[in-house]
């Protein structure tokens, strides 16, 4: 779909091309939701911000779980020009503090359920107005839910420039504050025109399903800009995403591409519903957020005769930039670039390294970031002119393919040699008894060892010294003799972040 400067025209393409009528949104409580109430939703929250003063590149912090209100809010803040800045729900209260004064946000609209974490943080700063959505308003607070049941059916979009702030997105990372970054009204349609379209092929006839949440980078692009942009229409969910969940989802709704995370798609192989789940309408499964161990993409096509595209993407680049291809995958890579996107692998000195050659993952195009807001130090760091780092250890194979070996930071000396912790964590999960593992590097009695958290594929044993002598002796068997683990702990999870990616940096510590 065409759209204007202002990326919230992305609804507005429905209507002119006579599909008001058609479902865009089908909610966690089944209720359909068609263009034209969406785009009447959003003409109505950008009226009632204006009201109340709102506009060109004031800041709105959203604390909303995937409901109509998401796009709403998110589309009728950028229509007024205001620049909506999503965040995660399942943060600790203070987070939201933080957001509000780092980004001198205005507005806070917040669902009814996080009012006990979030309202506070509102309360001590009584310059933020307070809109509440999927609730009841406290006194002083305005009702979301008013507002999009009531008033205007059109609202123009203030004329904005490609290149103008749109929206923000805080990336978490593993140290410090969270780093806002901030986003351009081109920024959405660059994902599009370079990997949904060329990628996915989504179009109209689509029915797109995520795991991951809106507020999210990889979750914003699988259940509202690609499928507004495309006019494929949205299945939401609420709440946790448990594997339950996720396969009731599947099954009711018959999505044609489903989103998800490797640490899902573990999980729901192992859910006992799995095999009685019909797949049969999903074309593509799609992974992201972290790499697809091949054992995970052998297991599911197996199982449902669908191919996983793994590819890697970013809160700083929006979406994914490089991914395999539909035919045409290669387990255990990430695919090669996409569309106008380029990457190029570089040695500590900024120079490129050749094929098979490890080093960071440069990448350039169109979604890149042109600075982290109030972080001048770390702008200098990760973007150098066209180019941002990464942070991810990468090596292109002889066909153009690319293989994750970690973050930067995760990567292990031994004994003088650099260890991919992936290709150790690969190994392991290809045994029988073991469904996931993650690997660090500790120091034991002043001696740099690599250590295995494992949860097991049964997990009703616990692991003993057999099953720990028979790991290490199976990853010295495929791989180099020094890359296995010296210790080998049995857990139940790990520390994850919000979209499942294993906190390496807090298995450290224990």
Avoid at 237 to 247: A, S
Avoid at 268 to 275: M, S, T
Avoid at 413 to 434: C, D, F, Q, T, Y
Avoid at 455 to 464: K, R
Wanted: glycine share 10%; proline share 6%; charged share 25%.
């Amino acid at each position: 779909m065409q759209t204007g400067a202002n990326i919230s025209t992305l609804i507005d393409g429905w209507l002119e091309e006579g599909r008001s009528a058609d479902t865009a949104i089908i909610t966690a409580d089944d209720v359909a939701w068609s263009a034209g109430d969406l785009y009447t939703a959003v003409c109505r929250v950008a009226d009632r911000l204006t009201d109340l003063g709102i506009g060109r590149e004031d800041r709105v912090l959203l604390v909303l779980d995937d409901t109509p209100a998401f796009p709403a809010a998110f589309l009728g803040a950028m229509r007024c020009g205001a620049v909506p800045i999503p965040s995660n729900f399942l943060l600790r209260p203070e987070d939201f503090g933080y957001f509000i004064d780092d980004s001198y946000a205005v507005a806070a609209i917040i669902d009814a359920g996080f009012l006990d974490a979030v309202g506070p943080q509102i309360t001590a700063r009584p310059d933020t107005k307070l809109i509440v959505a999927n609730g009841e308003a406290p006194d002083g607070a305005a009702s979301l839910d008013e507002w999009m049941a009531d008033g205007p059916d059109d609202f123009s979009p203030v004329t904005t420039h490609g290149d103008d702030m749109a929206f923000w997105l805080y990336s978490s990372g593993s140290t410090g504050k969270p780093k806002g970054v901030p986003h351009r009204h081109r920024d959405i349609g660059a994902t599009c025109t370079s990997y949904a379209e060329p990628v996915l092929g989504i179009g109209p006839q689509d029915v797109v399903f995520s795991s991951t949440k809106m507020f999210h980078a990889y979750g914003l692009g699988n259940n509202l800009s690609f499928p507004l942009w495309s006019g494929a229409t949205s299945v939401y969910l609420t709440g946790r995403p448990t594997p339950d969940k996720l396969l009731e989802r599947v099954q009711s709704h018959h999505p044609t591409l489903y989103f998800s995370v490797p640490a899902l798609y573990n999980a729901i192989l192992a859910h006992p519903d799995f095999d009685d789940t019909d797949w049969s309408s999903v074309r593509l499964g799609i992974s992201a957020a972290e790499a697809l161990p091949p054992e995970i993409w052998h297991r599911f096509h197996e199982r449902t005769g669908i191919e996983i595209l793994d590819g890697i993407g970013s809160t700083e680049m929006l979406h994914i930039y490089c991914s395999n291809r539909a035919g045409n995958v290669h387990p255990g890579t990430s695919g090669t670039p996409c569309g106008d996107y380029r990457v190029e692998i570089r040695d500590l000195d900024g120079l490129s390294c050749k094929a098979g050659e490890s080093g960071e993952m440069w990448v350039s195009g169109p979604s890149a970031p042109t600075s982290y807001w109030h972080q001048p130090d770390r702008t200098r760091d990760k973007i150098r002119g066209e180019w941002f780092l990464s942070g991810d250890r990468y090596h292109e194979d002889d066909d153009g393919n690319f293989t994750y070996e970690g973050r930067v930071d995760d990567m292990m000396k031994i004994g003088g040699l650099w260890v991919s912790p992936i290709e150790i964590e690969n190994r392991l999960m290809e045994h029988a008894e073991v469904s996931e593992a993650a690997v660090v590097l500790v120091e034991i009695d002043q001696r740099s060892r690599i250590k295995a958290f494992v949860i097991l594929a049964d997990d009703t044993s616990g692991g003993d010294e057999r099953l720990i002598g028979e790991l290490q002796e199976w990853c010295k068997a495929s791989l180099q003799r020094y890359q296995y683990p010296h210790v080998i702990d049995f857990v139940g999870d790990f520390p994850r972040t919000a979209t499942g990616k294993v906190q390496r940096f807090k298995l450290r510590d224990r």
